[in-house]
């Protein structure tokens, strides 16, 4: 396990109070914070779900303890959400799970390792609205033709003011919101084409999310679901909703001066 791990391991025990998943067939148990409480049960064939009268959103799980965060805010959004193991998933069965929303999740490794998301981003891009959180959001980028490289300058668990447009999934929320970073690699603006907007970035001019104009396609490579993003619940909430949740493509470049520019050095 390394340093990277533990953080979030350290993090998900502190977010829910608990030690964690066992290996097998176990009930993880009930968070009374959900809006539609339920037993979320994880199997040896990486299925379990949350029941609850929304959209139903199928969240691939690339094995990270973040997922479970994330079930959980998409949960008290009024979702029901369906998880599967993206290396015990195929695209026919992804499809027979008919997902109304599709979210794609944190996990380790390059981005060109997700094979199935990038499956599921090609098969599903403009039919329903999708999700892309740290890998998944490299992942999206990369299908979509850009780069994805190493920062240089590696972060676990650390805080940082993100800016953006106001646009789509961010338009409830203030500019700059503190957001949580846990990541080494990140998407290269100059790489993307021209239907990606670069839709939040840091103060250094990282990317730190992209949406894809005239869809509901989102990438976003801080966590929303970590409690050093406090915010996040509500930026999910509106990708559950579907509401005014497409990028228009006529949002202002950030003025330079007030935050450094997002085409800032990389």
């Known amino acids: ?39 979320i049960a994880a199997d040896r064939c990486g299925e379990w779900s949350v029941e609850g009268g929304g959209s139903h959103v199928v969240v691939i799980d690339h094995h990270d303890s973040f997922t479970y965060n994330l ?28 997902p109304d929303r599709l979210v794609l999740s944190p996990g380790p490794g390059a981005p060109e390792r997700a094979t199935l998301a990038a499956s599921a981003i090609e098969h599903y891009r403009g039919r329903i609205p999708i999700l892309g959180v740290c890998l998944g959001h490299q992942v999206i980028a990369q299908q979509l033709g850009a780069s994805v490289e190493a920062t240089g300058s590696p972060v676990h ?15 409830p929320l203030p500019s700059p ?26 103060s250094e001019g990282l990317v730190m999310g992209i949406g894809v104009i005239g869809e509901a396609t989102w990438g976003v490579q801080f966590h929303p679901e970590s409690f050093l993003t406090p915010q996040g619940d509500l930026m999910l909430e509106l990708f559950n909703s579907g509401v005014r949740c497409q990028p228009q493509g006529t949002a202002t470049e950030p003025v330079v001066g007030q935050e450094r520019s997002e085409s800032g050095t990389r």
């Open 157 to 171: 668990g650390k805080p940082e003011a993100v800016f953006h447009r106001g646009q789509g999934i961010f338009a």
């Open 177 to 202: 919101f503190p957001a949580a970073r846990y990541h080494s690699l990140a998407v290269l603006r100059q790489t993307l084409p021209e239907q990606v907007e670069v839709a939040a970035w840091t």
């Open 71 to 98: 079930v959980q805010s998409l949960s008290r959004s009024g979702a029901r959400v369906s998880v599967r193991l993206a290396d015990r998933l195929s695209l026919e069965q992804l499809r027979q799970l008919n």
């Open 1 to 39: 396990m390394n340093d990277h791990d533990r953080w979030k391991g350290a993090h998900w025990r502190h977010k829910i109070g608990r030690k964690g998943p066992s290996k097998g067939c176990d009930v993880i148990g009930v968070d009374n914070s959900l809006t539609n409480p339920a037993a």
